[in-house]
């Protein structure tokens, strides 16, 4: 079973206009982390922003905010005012057993695309 | 302070010959990670190294595959002998390593390998 899944391929969005990516997560162990990066087409991954499964309050980073919706395993992303540089892929990743050195899994993705 | 190196950054190969790539970690960083992403979807594990020691490499093909992290700083990953679905981008990622469930893994840009 997939333990990431965002549900949009492709989204839209006018500059500077605000946009929400989903990512809904499946797990069963009480302590996890969920982070989201950045993946412009020089391939590169870029860390936006984290967000403990014990935090109390929504993860903010500057025009990045996270939506985190424990009950519903969600942990979607706001981003707020959009520019054109936004234009990437966005993935959504969960760290599991978040005291050990485990791995990050990756959702496939959503391609956001900041029209002028 | 550098981030992750990879080379090379292209590499365009024939069905069944070998290829190498290459992977310098950010200094200091005891875990390193190497990903596949095939287009279109997100990073998938291959293997983890913690300093010389593997950590897991469940999802490795080990008939072709194979990886070494010698001296638990650089590291080595090999595909003897490529096939088509091999065509893909291979990320390395390095991380502290100190159990810190907030720290990120860092990204090198990729090495994109197409295979004909």
Redesign the interface.
Known sequence: AQKITQTQPGMFVQEKEAVTLDCTYDTSDPSYGLFWYKQPSSGEMIFLIYQGSYDQQNATEGRYSLNFQKARKSANLVISASQLGDSAMYFCAMREAYSGNTPLVFGKGTRLSVIA | EAGVAQSPRYKIIEKRQSVAFWCNPISGHA?L?WYQQIL??????LI?F?NNGV??DSQLPKDRFSAERLKGVDSTLKIQPAKLEDSA?Y?C?S?E?L?D??E???????T?LLVL
């Open positions: 875990t990670y279109g979807q997100g990073p998938k594990l983890q913690q950590v897991d981008v990320l990622a991380r390593g159990a469930p907030q990120t893994q860092y990204f090198g840009p990729g994109r």
